[in-house]
C-alpha cells in the first residue's frame, strides 16, 4: 500500500480509502489504531490528534509523511451552482411531465374545477 486518505466519522469509526482500493473502507476507531501500528508514522502523537479533530489525513505508507487535506470552500449564488450541475432541472421537469400519479392528479385538479364551474352555472 503506497498511500491512505482518511477521516474519523462521527460513530467512532474510521473512513478510508487506498491506492489498492478507492472503494470506501470503514473499521472501527480502536482496530483502526491497532492497524496504524503497522506502519512507521512520523510525529505519531499529531498524526492521531488530527485524527480525533476529525481532519482529514493523507498518508504516505512507504515514507510515513502526512499532511492534513483542507477542503476547499467555493462560494456561489444558487444560479451559479445549478450550473455545476446542468440537466437536473430538466431532469426534474422531465419526471413531473411523465409521473402516473402526477398526471392523474393534473387530470383530477382539471376535472374537478370544469365540474364546479358546471356546478356554479346551474
Known sequence: MKWMMLFQTPWDS???ITNEDTNAQYLPYN???DFLNTFKI????TFKDSINKFQTLLLDCTTGKWEIQHQQIVEG???QMLKLNPGVQEIEEQKNKTDPLLK???FLDLFSKARKKQVLKK
Open 14 to 16: 474510521i473512513k478510508f
Open 31 to 33: 482496530k483502526f489504531m
Open 42 to 45: 512520523n510525529d505519531i502523537g
Open 77 to 79: 449564488s444558487f444560479e
Open 104 to 106: 392523474k392528479k393534473n
